[in-house]
């Protein structure tokens, strides 16, 4: 899942670098436009659902919320 988020990437950076070529060297903004859209979409929606699913795999969710028990641990310990 790693390899596949680095690949993704990596080819997401290239479209967004080639979109810009588009944009500044072939004077075609229309099609850089629309390259630069695809890839920061694909980043959106792709890429950073498979980034949080890696980050958040064999991580307990109530270790990280404000559940009443956890609100008495940090009395307990002095943090406010």
Do not use: C
Not at 52 to 61: A, E, I, N, P
Request: a positive charge; hydrophobic letters at 50%; charged letters at 25%.
């Amino acid at each position: 899942m790693k390899i596949i988020m680095k690949i993704l990437g990596i080819a997401i950076l290239i479209a967004i670098a080639v979109g810009f070529y588009f944009r500044i060297a072939e004077d075609d903004i229309v099609t850089g436009d629309r390259i630069i859209g695809i890839a920061v979409l694909t980043s959106s929606f792709v890429l950073m659902p498979i980034f949080l699913v890696v980050r958040w795999r064999g991580k307990k969710l109530e270790d990280y919320t404000l559940s009443p028990e956890n609100m008495k641990k940090m009395r307990d310990k002095g943090i406010d």
